[in-house]
């Protein structure tokens, strides 16, 4: 897969993989499938599953994550009021911190802070 077509899909291309690609062929491929097998639709959408992935990553309050995923999530349309659906669920499961995170991140990324 190139890596056009993976920006689209996960919404930023991390460094890792562009290193990856360059110094273990075979290992990038092999990762670039199985990114191919989780992200196409099936019983779940593209849409559903990068919901879900925003949601660990918020939980995991793992910042670099919960950008590229929200950046792959508009790429595909998934609104702001799904995201925001998603991470109440984490909030559910893994705190008010990992709300926060998310919620901040989202603000930030669609660029409607509230005004204080």
């Not at 990114?35 to 779940?44: F, M, N, R, T």
Request: charged share 30%; net charge neutral; glycine share 8%.
């Amino acid at each position: 897969m190139d890596e056009k077509k993976l920006e689209e899909k996960i919404g930023k291309v991390p460094v890792i993989f562009k290193d990856l690609k360059e110094t273990d062929p075979d290992l990038y491929a092999k990762v670039m499938g199985l990114d191919q097998v989780i992200w196409d639709d099936g019983a779940l959408s593209r849409q559903t599953k990068k919901v879900i992935a925003i949601a660990i990553a918020a939980a995991l309050r793992d910042g670099h994550a919960v950008r590229a995923q929200m950046a792959g999530a508009a790429n595909l349309g998934v609104s702001k009021e799904e995201i925001e659906e998603g991470l109440r669920v984490a909030f559910l499961l893994a705190g008010m911190p990992a709300y926060v995170h998310g919620k901040t991140a989202l603000e930030e990324y669609f660029g409607k802070r509230a005004q204080r």
